[in-house]
């Protein structure tokens, strides 16, 4: 095994690979080399789905022994936007003030460089030796559609018979300072897509056509008027927000043959995808006429109940900033909506105030804490 590896150069290495999602360029073998220098055994896995852009993907394993501790994560980056927006170049990977620019900074080939940072402090310390196994599932389809990724690599481990016993996702976790949040789930998401037929015709001649736009809005007040829930211990309240409502009628005097509208929900575990599919097709269904709903499932609520996962994290991130850390449930999805099903799971990273942003940062300070955290947990994880 290899000296320890340095967060800093590990995550500027990253950052000037141009990896937006779907491209890799260099981005796991840089990644895989660090592992690999570390003892780590890594598979490369591309994975294809027709109509999607092939994906790479990487799964490294240090130990045949369980437990089998995972950390999971995400090579691939937004895109940059308005490039003419950054003061520094987007795949610079430079360091200004203390502070390390770049795409992926935070979101999360940051947080990457710190875990692989920390786990191998770990086993300089431990000598190489400890009871278990510790691997590293990182994917290039996070930021995508996430078809081509976490999921089939899943699939993968699923197909080997090897198992994962307890996975942190390094997403950037905390709103403001490091240490403030711990994720030990997320809500579902669902997408919906709703059209009413009508039939066109002279605003003079009402009798002649058939409106659909009385039928959309009281289709909209009947899924908008009732709460769906007040949320749980866990959970904030699911809402349900409307995102756009089109007719596409340029003139005044035309009754329009069709209206569209789109919605999505975010939902505790109070409720399904397949329960909010049910009541949102009964209330269109009561108010009746010719309508067509579609449905895109993102993800289903998920939680993983305060544990040892939890507790051993909490108080690396106790011992390492003074802070106590909420267990929230907050935020969109992240590749967690998989793993879930696999194992224990909880997310924490550095702070998520400029990712997807301009001028993407981290803060060299909250690098070295978060690896001093990753550290710190592993320790406990592994104590014998």
């Known amino acids: 095994m290899s000296d320890t590896v340095d967060a800093l150069e590990l995550a500027q290495a990253l950052i000037r690979c141009p990896s937006v999602t779907p491209a890799d360029e260099g981005a796991l ?30 799964y490294a394993r240090l130990g045949t022994e369980g437990p089998n501790f995972c950390y999971a994560g995400h090579t691939d980056v937004v895109p940059v936007g308005n490039e ?34 920390g786990m191998s402090r770990f086993l300089k310390n431990r000598s190489g030796n400890f009871n278990g196994s510790i691997s590293l599932l990182i994917t290039g389809d996070e930021e995508g559609p996430s078809i081509n990724g976490t999921r089939k690599v899943l699939d993968w481990l699923a197909e080997r018979n090897e198992t994962l016993d307890a996975c942190i996702v390094g997403e950037p976790t905390n709103p403001n300072k490091l ?25 003079a001649y009402p009798h002649l056509a058939d409106n659909p736009l009385p039928r959309m809005i009281a289709m909209l007040d009947a899924i908008t008027s009732e709460k769906l829930d007040d949320g749980t211990d866990h959970f904030q309240p699911s809402n349900l927000q409307l995102t756009t409502i089109d007719v596409g009628n340029t003139a005044t005097n035309i009754i329009p043959g069709e209206v569209q509208a789109a919605f999505n929900i975010r939902f ?44 051993l994290l909490s108080e690396a991130v106790e ?9 929230s449930t907050t935020g969109g999805t992240s590749d967690a909506r998989f793993i879930k099903d696999f194992c224990p799971i909880a997310e924490f990273g ?8 301009v001028d993407e940062c981290a803060r060299l300070s909250d ?17 014998e």
């Open 84 to 117: 003419a927006g950054w003061t520094v170049d987007p795949f610079g990977g430079e360091v200004i003030d203390g502070t390390l620019y770049g795409r992926g900074a935070t979101d999360m080939k940051g947080g990457i460089a710190c875990f692989v940072s």
């Open 367 to 383: 690098m070295d804490r978060l690896t001093d955290i990753y550290e710190l947990f592993l320790d406990g994880y592994f104590a």
């Open 179 to 203: 240490g403030e949040m711990v994720k030990i789930g997320r809500r579902g998401s669902i997408s919906g897509w709703l059209t009413v037929h009508g039939m066109q015709g002279h605003t």
């Open 350 to 357: 550095l702070i998520s105030q400029s990712m997807h942003k």
């Open 268 to 311: 505790n575990d109070l409720h399904t995808s397949e329960s909010l599919m049910t009541w949102l097709k009964e209330k269109f269904d009561a108010v009746g006429g010719d309508y067509d709903v579609e449905f895109q499932i993102t993800g289903e609520a998920f939680l993983t109940p305060p544990g040892k996962l939890s507790s």
């Open 29 to 58: 073998d840089v990644l895989q080399s660090a592992l690999e220098g570390l003892g780590l055994t890594c598979h490369r896995m591309t994975f294809s789905e027709e109509g999607t852009a092939d994906v790479d993907n990487l």
């Open 319 to 327: 011992k390492t900033t003074g802070i106590k850390p909420d267990l």
